[in-house]
């Protein structure tokens, strides 16, 4: 087949390529100016310093860089940093889907005051938050004594970062929920209930499939917040080697250490790690939206 019959046979993909190569046409001049403007500023706040720290590892050699990720301080740190976000972030789940839809389907009085209140880590500095966890969850805080009172500690251990990114994480999984719940017309769940379908029916056939991606939609933000935070986390963890030590508290004692090659090396492992869990959780909510259309 000649390249003209196989241009005159496919005629979309002919208008697909041009299309794709061409430029816009606006009524609104400046898109030459505004996409050149949009891709310095990418550039030079996301971009140069990702190349930064993709260029400083490689200062201790590949062995060097592998000898270093793979140690057991660092192995140990990561795995505490994932886990315990990832974690925190499934608990988060049904909290935040309880605490959303209490706000957006009931009135009651302090409603507006309870709302208010879910946005308090947005705006409470890191290093505050981590003292009030630490005054309540500690040894002689008001949580914290009731339960070393039975034999359980609930700071200076997993268990403390674990409570400091739930508080960290569980605003995201709220403020994502609640646009979806307030379109969420309560009509269906009339007609099921006039169908004889039990409240949890409803729930589990009606409900939950609606809810499904946009509930992975707010897991995946309370995790990519919370797995590289600090400043809430280091004063409630205990900061013991290999037991209770983040990743982010060992990269700062690498920078205190004057090891930034080491420092940038555990940095990047980190964002490669949390680059690829991102991707596998936005396929996945890609596919739940696609099975929610059929």
């Known amino acids: 087949m000649t390249v003209r019959a196989a241009t005159e046979a496919s005629p979309s993909r002919l208008v697909r390529r041009r299309a794709l190569f061409s430029w816009p046409h606006t009524a609104i001049p400046g898109f030459g100016l505004t996409l050149g403007v949009t891709l310095a500023?990418?550039?030079?706040?996301?971009?140069?310093?990702?190349?930064?720290?993709?260029?400083?590892?490689?200062?201790?050699?590949?062995?060097?860089?592998?000898?270093?990720?793979?140690?057991?301080?660092?192995?140990?740190?990561?795995r505490l940093s994932f886990g315990?976000?990832?974690?925190?972030?499934?608990?988060?789940v049904p909290i935040g889907l309880l605490i959303a839809w209490v706000l957006v389907r009931y009135r009651f009085p302090g409603r507006r005051i309870a709302d208010a209140i879910i946005d308090l880590p947005f705006a409470l500095?890191?290093?505050?938050?981590?003292?009030?966890?630490?005054?309540?969850?500690?040894?002689?805080?008001?949580?914290?004594?009731?339960?070393?009172?039975?034999?359980?500690?609930?700071?200076?251990?997993?268990?403390?970062?674990?409570?400091?990114?739930?508080?960290?994480?569980?605003?995201?999984?709220?403020?994502?929920l609640e646009p979806v719940m307030m379109d969420l017309s309560a009509d269906v769940e009339e007609a099921a209930a006039t169908l004889g379908a039990s409240r949890w029916q409803t729930f589990r056939r009606i409900i939950l499939p609606v809810l499904t991606p946009t509930l992975v939609s707010g897991f995946t933000l309370a995790f990519a917040r919370t797995v590289g935070e600090y400043g809430s986390v280091i004063f409630i963890a205990g900061n013991i080697?290999?037991?209770?030590?983040?990743?982010?508290?060992?990269?700062?004692?690498?920078?205190?250490?004057?090891?930034?090659?080491?420092?940038?090396?555990?940095?990047?492992?980190?964002?490669?790690?949390?680059?690829?869990?991102?991707?596998?959780?936005?396929?996945?909510?890609?596919?739940?939206?696609?099975?929610?259309?059929?």
């Not at 990418?42 to 270093?68: N, Y």
């Open 125 to 176: 500095p890191t290093a505050v938050a981590g003292i009030a966890l630490t005054t309540l969850y500690g040894p002689n805080g008001w949580v914290g004594g009731l339960f070393d009172s039975l034999g359980i500690q609930l700071s200076n251990n997993r268990t403390g970062i674990v409570l400091a990114l739930m508080f960290v994480g569980l605003p995201f999984i709220v403020r994502t």
């Open 84 to 92: 315990a976000a990832l974690l925190a972030a499934l608990i988060d």
């Open 41 to 78: 500023w990418l550039g030079i706040l996301v971009l140069l310093p990702l190349a930064t720290l993709l260029a400083r590892p490689w200062e201790l050699g590949l062995d060097g860089f592998w000898a270093f990720i793979t140690s057991p301080v660092a192995v140990a740190s990561l």
């Open 241 to 294: 080697p290999l037991v209770s030590q983040i990743a982010p508290r060992l990269i700062v004692v690498q920078v205190e250490q004057h090891r930034y090659a080491a420092a940038a090396a555990l940095g990047l492992t980190m964002l490669l790690l949390s680059f690829c869990l991102l991707l596998l959780l936005g396929l996945f909510r890609k596919r739940l939206r696609r099975w929610g259309e059929r």
